[in-house]
């Protein structure tokens, strides 16, 4: 570092991540690594390409400063090997799926290779033909596009990227191909296709039969003939009702994609990388990186100038990466160099709303985002075509095809997910609002310790509306809304992902998709527990009308639970039986609420817990199903697990207080993923507010996973389901 350099110091959470995910280790995993050796590591492998062009000391440290000062921070895959053996920088990969066995046991081999290296992929299943059609080579009839999809999964199961990152895939398949309604019904069993997000490529044919209420074209792949006509609108409604169950599938507008392809000449794209912000063609990768707004607010106004600096010293890093990368097969390599797309994306767009007093959700809030993004995409293109002055266009660029100026990238912005770099970056992700302003951490001692987002607790302290007992409020309420200590200006600037309404989430999306994004966006429309399936059609249309090319619905506490059995009020009237010197238990009804959850245990034995709620949402009984054998070690495990939960349930009706209870369990916790751990970390969630019905548990540190930017993420330790 140099002596004029002020040393950048980050948060407790970022050296956490770091430290599990990032810096190197020893042969006996030690961290051998800090962050400024890190950044230095990275920006002097990527900087090393201008070295024969006299350009080395002046970008390495140009890099360095970018970076290190977080003003940009490159892809995960980059900073994990950036100048190691491994090399492979990219995380966006799309791989074709051709309708043979050959074709398709090479891209599980492909896949494969992509994952060991830190890479997500994305396939398209459209090229399969349909399950039942005839296969002449054996005289039979073909399995189906998800026979196959499921030995990719089985296959993405067993590799977990570069020791780092789990593989993740995005799987799609046309809207027009005949097996559709078993594809968009495939992952209502969530205990299938867990390493896959799946989407369903929506054509306009479609769009205008389902405004038309008629009927559309199922074509078989391998005839191109058409097979049968189905009603768009039975088909769409599936789509909704799937969605509105787990957010799953999600849907990708092809078409408005394609009419957005740069290279039309190489092929149309046909699926996108995992989260869904990187539309590629078979073979392509895409590196990424992603401009921290947060640091570009002075006086609550953009420093434009710096953000321009930043916007082309990102785009010489991100096209440099290209060349120093080591890409896992030789026709990625091929197809990358030939087309060089880049993803130069945004984190901390709330922080930078926040800072300008501007509410995320208002005309004014999409507005700004919207010029902002422009003039990113504005400066990033102004670099590239400087770059390709200097080192030539992408090879692909043909000027009489393709009606733009030579550039040296044939694409330059996306929005991805920044989970983890942007907890390195203490900023919202990506282009997300903040999911929480005000959190409650229970540590093993039993203490509740407040979290409170560092602009919310500047400005309530400065204004002198700060307190211990209003933070504990917003805590356990979630919101700030409501609370009349607050000023309700600041109310509509803090709102989060939650408090904002579906539509402003989609007319966000639709404002910086219009406005500078190449590629596409990962966002998460949220929804409250209690949206219609009629909202969920609603986003759909919507986010096709404004322009999207991608769409993810999220209706709150929908993914990793079941009801079980729900029974009428009536049936839900309590009674209780009262002693003169002991406390009151509760008698339970016949029927309860209830909910189920799948957990990991410390052997990575699926393991469902079930909690049945009285009528105000609060939990009453604890239940555990572990799939045992007939070992005699595992059925005293059961006996051990069935007796910690009836003491729970007990505790529970006869009103023990949440948090002692959970002091108890995390004293006999042996384990982070044992039993008392597991309930443990869920009453903690109930008590802090963070659940409104059930997320999902971080299957690495027990954190409450959220699902944001289209994926499930945990803002502990940094773990992404979607990676």
Known sequence: MTPDMA????????????ARRYYLKDSEGNVTETWETLVRRVADAVAEIDRPRGLFEELRESFFRMIYHLDFLPNSPCLMNAGTDLGQLSACFVLPVPDSMDGIFSAIRNGALVHKTGGGTGYSFSRLRSKNASVRSTQGVASGPLSFAAVFDAATETIKQG????????????????????????????????????????????????????????????????????????????????????????????????????????????????????????????????????????RKAVDYDRLRTVVRTATTFLDNVIDCNRFPIPEIEEMTLKTRKIGLGIMGLHDMLIQMEVPYGSEEGRELAGKVMRFIREAAEERSCELAEEKGPFPA?????????????????????????SMIADCASGCEPYFSIVMVKNVMDGDRLILVNKYFEKVAREEGFYSEELMGKVADSGTVLGHGDIPSHWQEIFRTAQDISPADHIKMQGCLQKNGVDSSI?????????????????????????????LTVYRDGSRDNQVLNTGDSAAKEKTAIVSERGPVKQILPDTLSAKRYRVKDQYQKSVYIIVCFDENEKPMEVFAKFPFDNRVDLKDKSTMWTTTCRLVSLALRFNVPMDEIIKQLDRSSGHMLDLPAQLSKLFKSFLAGTQKGFSSVCPECSGVLRFEEGCESCRECGYSKCA
């Open 397 to 421: 660029y043909d000027g009489a095809i393709n009606d733009y100026r030579p550039r040296r990238n044939a694409a330059l912005t996306s929005i991805q997910p920044t989970g983890t770099v």
């Open 163 to 298: 020791g780092k990152r789990r593989g993740a895939n995005m799987g799609v398949l046309r809207i027009d191909h005949p097996d559709i309604m078993d594809f968009i019904v495939a992952k209502a069993d969530q205990n299938r296709f867990n390493n896959f997000n799946f989407s369903v490529g929506i054509t306009d044919a479609f769009m205008r039969a389902l405004d038309d209420d008629d009927e559309y074209d199922l074509i078989e792949p391998s005839t191109r003939e058409v097979v049968r006509r189905l009603s768009a609108k039975v088909v769409f409604e599936k789509i909704v009702d799937l969605a509105w169950h787990n957010g799953e599938p999600g849907v990708l507008f092809i078409d408005t994609a394609n009419r957005d392809n740069a290279t039309p000449q190489l092929g149309e794209f046909e699926a996108t990388n995992p989260c869904g912000e990187q539309w590629l063609l078979p073979y392509e990768s895409c590196n990424l990186g992603s401009v921290n707004l947060a640091n570009f607010v002075v």
């Open 522 to 550: 990962s966002k998460t429309i949220n929804l409250p527990a209690e949206a219609t399936r009629g909202e969920v059609k609603t986003a759909y249309i919507s986010g096709y009308r404004l322009g999207c090319k991608g």
């Open 7 to 18: 040393k950048q110091v980050l948060t407790a959470t970022a050296e956490t991540v770091l």
